[in-house]
C-alpha cells in the first residue's frame, strides 16, 4: 500500500514533496497534536531508508530538508524482492516429492 501511494504522489506532484510529508502519510510518523520528537525523527528516517530500499530518487532543498525527486522517481520506483522469499523451483515444493511424504 505505501509503494502505490508513493508510485502516485511521484506521478501526481512536481518537481519535489518534503519526505516529512511523506512520512506522515505513509504512517511512518506521528501526526496528532502531542508530537513526540524522539520517535518522528525515527520514523523519518526509516522512511527515508525504506523509500531509498523501493528506488526512490531523494534530494535536499536550500535549506537542507530531504525531498522526493518526483520526477526521476516516477521511473525508477520498484517493488524489491522480500529477503524471506522461497526460490521458485525448490526440490523441497515438489509436487511429486509431496505427494510421496503425505501418501506415507
Known amino acids: 500500500m505505501r509503494y502505490k501511494a508513493v508510485s502516485c504522489m511521484s506521478r501526481s506532484y512536481r518537481p519535489t514533496i518534503p519526505v516529512t510529508y511523506i512520512a506522515q502519510v505513509l504512517g511512518f510518523s506521528s501526526t496528532s497534536d502531542e508530537i513526540d520528537v ?12 525504506w523509500m531509498k530500499a523501493h528506488g526512490a530518487c531523494l534530494t535536499s532543498d536550500n ?42
Do not use: I, W
Not at 38 to 49: A, T
Not at 71 to 100: C, I
Open 38 to 49: 524522539d520517535s518522528d525523527v525515527s520514523g523519518l528516517e526509516e522512511c527515508v531508508e
Open 63 to 104: 535549506n537542507g530538508e530531504m525531498q522526493l525527486d518526483t520526477k526521476a522517481s516516477s521511473s525508477s520506483l520498484y517493488m524489491p524482492e522480500p529477503e524471506d522469499a522461497v526460490a521458485h523451483g525448490d526440490a523441497n515444493l515438489a509436487v511429486n516429492d509431496f505427494l510421496t511424504r503425505t501418501s506415507l
